[in-house]
């Protein structure tokens, strides 16, 4: 700290002081086995480099140089150590800007190699699983993990256009997903560069996310836990996102709502739909945020469409009935909020209901026209209403299926106490 403290004050010191840094940084004199003296060390040096880096200007590139050297080739980093490195590269780069965007393509390298290596770790663990290759991969994990955050880090302190499009390609053509836990890190630091990002790169980023996760319905059964949290996770960050604007959420809200609808209607022809409905009902709690703050002037013709049709299918699904619950408590609180949100199902003129029967009679036939459902729907229909037996044989699929999906929305809806949506339901000709 005294020599930080010299350097800054004299700069005839601080090449020297920057030097001495170097040096213990990479091959410490009095390396420490206590765990609190060896952070204390590192966060000292890394703290007296990016003051050094930022005072003279002539000195950032032999600093920052180090300090990707010392990324490179430290293999047993905490997650405290780590930290301090971000602050540090993140605090020159805050001061250089631009001039800093050469340190992406260092790390690149750096990526390359370490990706590489990884992964052929990977594939020799398959065919001979050892713990000395095992303990050798988690080495390469560790210092993939710190390089990986550090584009993400850099890219997001810079905010540039330019370097974001160029960076998105390298970090996306590494997922391998699920294929190992690197896709974590990736797609973690891809949704710190989306919060920042504008339209072109947060779009690409979201599609992605969506063909990642429609894509894991196809994975093994060991991997889609991985897909249920981390994707999930991501598409929530970015809709809980405060600063979000506007127009990046509607988009994300419109990504999000055709996936649960394109997922929805494969789960439903599927003959393994129970051990697949993870997919869609882990979507519902960010539809459940994406809807909120919707006023009905903001429905417009498209959300309105992909947000009645994924309230049909939560009630296909069972997502909506308290009483006969067989998912998750979450995935039925978001269907009540989803409820709460969600504008009447009719429209202002007398053919909404069957036209909407028509269509869901029409998902039921492409479905092969599960008998089951069918029996299920008009059961709980008739249960809801006191509909009698006859009655119910004289309602289609479709017809069922509708009035029952009304039926569910109003009563989740008249908790609020406000019946004047409910009303427009019960006009509609």
């Known amino acids: 700290r005294l020599g930080e403290q010299c350097a800054l004050v004299s700069p005839g010191l601080s090449g020297q002081v920057a030097l001495f840094l170097q040096k213990e940084l990479l091959e410490p004199t009095v390396p420490f086995d206590d765990e609190e003296l060896n952070f204390e060390f590192y966060h000292d040096i890394l703290h007296a480099m990016a003051q050094i880096a930022v005072r003279y ?5 032999i600093i920052t140089e180090a300090l990707l050297k010392f990324l490179s080739k ?3 980093f905490t997650p405290r150590i780590l930290e301090k490195f971000y602050e540090a590269i993140c605090t020159i780069a805050k001061k250089y800007l631009r001039d800093f965007r050469w340190t992406i393509d260092y790390l690149n390298n750096f990526l390359f190699t370490d990706y590489s290596t990884y992964s052929s770790l990977s594939a020799r663990l398959l065919k001979e699983p050892s713990a000395a290759l095992k303990a050798e991969e988690q080495i390469v994990e560790i210092r993939l993990t710190a390089i990986i955050t550090s584009i993400g880090k850099i890219c997001s302190t810079l905010n540039d256009n330019e370097l974001t499009e160029n960076v998105l390609p390298t970090l996306i053509s590494r997922i391998n997903y699920p294929g190992c836990k690197i896709d974590e ?18 779009n690409t980023i979201v599609d992605l996310l969506a063909n990642t996760y429609r894509n894991g319905i196809n994975y093994r059964e060991a991997n889609k836990s991985l897909i249920h949290n981390i994707i999930p ?37 599927s003959s393994k739909r129970s051990s697949l409905m ?23 013709s498209k959300n ?15 997502f909506a009935q308290s009483n006969e619950r067989v998912w998750m408590e979450e995935w039925y609180s978001a269907a009540a909020l989803i409820a709460l949100r969600l504008p009447p199902l009719c429209k202002k003129k007398s053919t909404t209901v069957l036209e909407t029967a028509a269509q869901l ?19 709980q229909l008739g249960s809801a209403i006191s509909l009698d037996q006859a009655s119910l044989l004289k309602l289609t699929f479709g017809q069922t299926l509708y009035l029952l999906s009304v039926f569910h929305l109003e009563k989740l809806r008249a908790r609020t106490g406000n019946f004047r949506l409910s009303f427009e339901d019960l006009g509609d000709p």
Do not use: C
Request: proline share 2%.
């Open 185 to 202: 890190i990736i797609i973690d630091q891809l949704i710190e560069i989306a919060l920042i990002a504008p339209k072109k790169p947060f």
């Open 233 to 269: 996770n991501a598409f929530m960050r970015l809709a809980t996102a405060k600063d979000l604007q506007r127009n990046l959420k509607d988009g994300l809200r419109r990504r999000v709502a055709k996936l649960f609808e394109l997922l929805a209607n494969q789960i439903y022809k």
């Open 278 to 300: 993870g997919f869609v009902g882990s979507l519902l709690p960010i539809i459940a945020e994406l809807s909120d703050g919707l006023i009905n002037e903001s429905w417009d």
């Open 304 to 318: 309105l469409q992909a947000f009645r049709s994924i309230w049909y299918y939560i009630i296909i699904f069972q």
């Open 361 to 379: 009679d029409l998902l039921r036939k492409e479905s092969g026209d599960d008998k089951e459902d069918n029996t299920r729907i008009r059961k």
């Open 74 to 76: 430290f293999d047993h």
């Open 57 to 61: 200007q002539n000195r950032n590139q």
